[in-house]
C-alpha cells in the first residue's frame, strides 16, 4: 500500500459522511439510530415502561457533548500517541 | 446498537449477560497472554482499544436521515483475533453506559454480545476467509471491518425483535422494522468504517503495508 492512497481513503470516507449533509434527497431530522429505535419499541408494546432507569444522565446536551467529545479525544490522543512511536521506532530503525 | 438502560425484559438481560460473560472472561485470558508473550505489544492493544472509544463516540449522518456510529472493533479482531476485543469492547460499553447513558448497564450483556463479540468474529471470519480467497491485505481489513460492523447491528436488531415480537408477524416482522431503522443507516457508514480502519492499519504498520510487521497477526499463529 503506498502512503497516498491513505490520504484517498480518507477523502472516499470523508464524502460518504457529508453526502447525507449536503444532498437534500438523503434529508431528515438525523436523529440517533437508539432512539428511533426506542420509538419502535413504543410501536410494538404501547406503554412499555423501562424497570431500570441509567444510574446518571448528562444533565445537558452540552454536558452530553463534552463527555461524547472527550471520550473521542482520549481514544485519539492514545492513538496518536502508538503511531507517533511507531513510526519514530521505525525512523531509528532505519537510520542504524 | 445501544439498547437503551431497561428496554430488555428480565430474562433477556440475564440470559445476554450469561452468553456474554464466558467470552469476556476469555477476553481478559488472551489479554493476558498476549501481553505476556509480546510485552511490547501491549501498546498496540490500546491503540486497538483507543481506535474502538474514537470511532463508537462519532455519531455520523447516513442517507436514511438518521445518525448511528461506527463500532471500530474489527481493527482490533484483525490484529489480535476477536477475543481480546470483547474485553475492549466491554470497557467501552461501560464507559457510555456510566458517562453518557447510552445504552445501560441491565442492556449490558446484550450490548457487549452484539459490538463487542459478534462484530469481532465476524470480522475475523470474513478476514480470514478474505485472504485464504487470495484478496489483497487493504481488501480483507476494509470488508473485515465494515461487515462486522453491520453484523453489530443484524444483532442487535434481533435482539429487540426477540424482546419485542410483532404481534401479527412475530419475529420476522420486527427484525424487519428494526434492521430497517438500524442495518439501512449502517450500511455507508460500515463502508466509512472499512476505510477508516484501512487508513488506521496502514498508519500503526511499522512498514506501510506489512501488517506482519506489525507484530501480532503471524506470530498468534505461530503460538
Aim: net charge positive.
Amino acid at each position: 500500500m503506498k502512503k497516498y492512497s491513505s490520504v484517498i481513503l480518507l477523502l472516499v470516507a470523508c464524502l460518504i459522511i457529508v453526502i447525507p449533509l449536503v444532498i437534500p434527497a438523503f434529508g431528515g431530522e438525523f436523529a440517533g439510530t437508539d432512539d428511533r429505535a426506542t420509538q419502535a419499541i413504543a410501536s410494538l408494546k404501547p406503554g412499555y415502561k423501562p424497570w431500570f432507569e441509567p444510574l446518571w444522565v448528562p444533565p445537558s446536551k452540552e454536558i452530553e457533548s463534552l463527555l461524547f467529545a472527550l471520550q473521542a479525544a482520549l481514544g485519539a490522543g492514545l492513538l496518536g500517541y502508538v503511531i507517533g512511536r511507531r513510526h519514530e521506532a521505525q525512523r531509528r530503525n532505519v537510520d542504524h | 446498537m445501544h439498547i437503551m438502560e431497561g428496554y430488555l425484559p428480565v430474562a433477556h438481560a440475564v440470559g445476554w449477560f450469561a452468553a456474554s460473560a464466558p467470552f469476556v472472561a476469555a477476553g481478559v485470558v488472551s489479554f493476558r497472554k498476549i501481553v505476556a508473550r509480546h510485552p511490547e505489544a501491549r501498546l498496540s492493544v490500546a491503540a486497538a482499544g483507543a481506535f474502538t472509544f474514537v470511532l463508537s463516540a462519532l455519531k455520523m449522518p447516513s442517507v436514511t436521515g438518521s445518525c448511528s456510529h461506527p463500532t471500530g472493533t474489527g481493527l482490533g479482531a484483525v490484529m489480535f483475533g476477536p477475543s481480546v476485543m470483547a474485553l475492549l469492547g466491554t470497557i467501552v460499553l461501560l464507559f457510555q453506559a456510566l458517562l453518557l447513558a447510552h445504552g445501560g448497564l441491565t442492556t449490558l450483556g446484550a450490548n457487549v454480545f452484539s459490538m463487542a463479540i459478534v462484530g469481532p468474529w465476524v470480522s475475523w471470519a470474513v478476514w480470514q476467509c478474505s485472504r485464504k480467497l487470495g484478496l489483497s491485505q487493504a481488501v480483507a481489513v476494509c470488508l473485515a471491518a465494515a461487515i462486522g460492523d453491520l453484523a453489530t447491528y443484524l444483532t442487535t436488531s434481533a435482539q429487540l425483535a426477540w424482546a419485542y415480537p410483532d404481534p401479527v408477524s412475530h419475529f420476522g416482522g420486527a427484525f424487519a422494522k428494526f434492521a430497517g431503522i438500524f442495518a439501512i443507516t449502517q450500511l455507508p457508514l460500515a463502508v466509512a468504517e472499512g476505510l477508516l480502519t484501512v487508513v488506521a492499519i496502514n498508519a500503526l504498520s511499522a512498514r506501510i503495508g506489512h501488517l506482519d510487521s506489525f507484530g501480532m497477526v503471524e506470530e498468534r499463529k505461530r503460538a
